[in-house]
């Protein structure tokens, strides 16, 4: 049997509504499916406004322009995350500076975070690692003493809540992805929510090419022109109407999503009571989505063992993100591997598992077994 590392989930619901879409003749962005995500999303979540995006990529390039992020700005980030998140920062002439993470959620240390505030810094931008929340009360307090915005990356933690508060709600802006790895997938989608209403307006510039469209489309005015920075960051409303039958759905992937994450801590327990690996540690208040569950190992070769004997079982786990700050891009910033210990140490350790709403319902039995026989002939041996 194959266990493949991400399968993504269909509710059955898209072909119709794709179709639905099609046959509308209305497939550019902004149409019937995409106003349903977004006033669906404003009031289950409670944000203030959403731009459907076609990636998370694109909503984080969208933001660090709302954001208006100039050369010689500055803007704080964890080293580990995607390359997405430090190209939006550098492809306005920014500065990314990379922060430590807390092994227990792998998002960023905020401590750290603090420490690296200088007059430059513009903007703070933490990830949500594997749906987790990141310490958003914490991150805002810092942002208000020193006038700082907040943009979360929050690619991974769409339906995620902490202290009862949706993920994306509380912070400036927000931005999700609908990615086929994601909780819910479009394909290829994103959306950047925008919690500060006097942004508003600029960034439906900023989402239709740099252009006062949605002016005439709301009948203020009669011909549109060029009046800002823009680009094309619409998702098509034939997506929108796959993105609309996943969200429908999204506590029943949630679901079964958060089934396999409790599968999989209980057998990983005993493994971590014995000190020989670590698990998620989430506080208390967070009700996590379930994007994904990951181990960090007592050391690397351990890791690489479990990897190779788990594909061997033809079960295939991941390694985590490679740190941004030693990367050749990180390296062009003056950065080097020792700048931060514990990011490179962590990064080496660590593993993402096999994670998809199917598994609950096919191969998860098999999975557990061979994830068990594996750590066994490792720590048993
Ligand atoms: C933390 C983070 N940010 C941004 C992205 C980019 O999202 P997308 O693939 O939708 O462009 C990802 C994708 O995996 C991610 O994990």
């Not at 969200?247 to 209980?266: G, M, Q, T």
């Not at 962590?346 to 598992?353: C, E, N, T, Y």
């Amino acid at each position: 049997m194959k266990i493949p590392f991400n399968v993504p989930y269909l509710t059955g619901n898209e072909e119709p509504y794709v179709l639905e879409a099609l046959r509308s003749r209305r497939h550019c962005g902004n149409h019937q499916f995409a106003d349903k995500c977004i006033q669906t999303m404003k009031k289950k979540y409670g944000f203030h406004e959403v731009f459907l995006t076609p990636s998370g990529t694109a909503a984080l390039e969208m933001g660090c322009l709302l954001a208006d992020l100039q050369p010689g700005d500055e803007v704080i980030l964890p080293s580990y995350t995607f390359s997405s998140t430090g190209n939006a920062v550098v492809l306005t002439g920014a500065k990314p500076v990379f922060c430590e993470v807390d092994p227990k959620t792998m998002n960023a240390d905020v401590r750290h975070m603090a420490s690296l505030v200088t007059a430059k810094t513009k903007m703070l931008l933490p990830i949500d690692y594997a749906g987790i929340p990141c310490d958003v009360d914490a991150i805002n307090a810092l942002a208000k003493k020193h006038g700082l915005i907040v943009m979360d990356d929050a690619a991974q933690s769409f339906g995620s809540f902490h202290g009862g508060r949706p993920c994306g709600a509380g912070v400036d802006m927000a931005t999700f992805s609908f990615h086929e790895t994601k909780n819910l997938s479009c394909g290829e989608g994103g959306a950047l929510v925008v919690n500060r209403p006097e942004w508003v307006e600029r960034a439906r510039f900023l989402q239709e090419k740099g252009t006062d469209r949605s002016l005439v489309l709301s009948g203020v005015r009669s011909k549109y022109s060029w009046v800002d920075k823009g680009s094309s960051f619409l998702l098509a409303d034939i997506l929108a109407a796959m993105l609309w039958a996943q969200l429908e759905s999204v506590e029943e992937i949630a679901r079964k999503r958060k089934a396999v994450a409790a599968a999989y801590r209980d057998l990983y327990a005993p493994f971590e009571k014995d000190g020989c690996l670590q698990t998620p540690h989430p506080p208390p208040d967070v009700d996590c989505n379930g994007h994904a569950f990951f181990v960090i190992f007592d050391t690397a070769q351990n890791k690489d063992r479990f990897l190779s004997l788990l594909r061997a079982k033809d079960v295939h786990a991941y390694i985590g993100y490679l740190p941004l700050h030693s990367s050749k891009m990180g390296q062009r910033y003056g950065y080097k591997a020792q700048d931060l210990p514990l990011t490179e140490d962590l990064a080496s350790r660590i593993v993402r598992l096999p994670f998809y709403a199917d598994l609950f319902d096919a191969g998860l039995d098999y999975c557990l077994e061979s994830m068990q026989a594996v750590l066994k002939s490792i720590y048993q041996g």
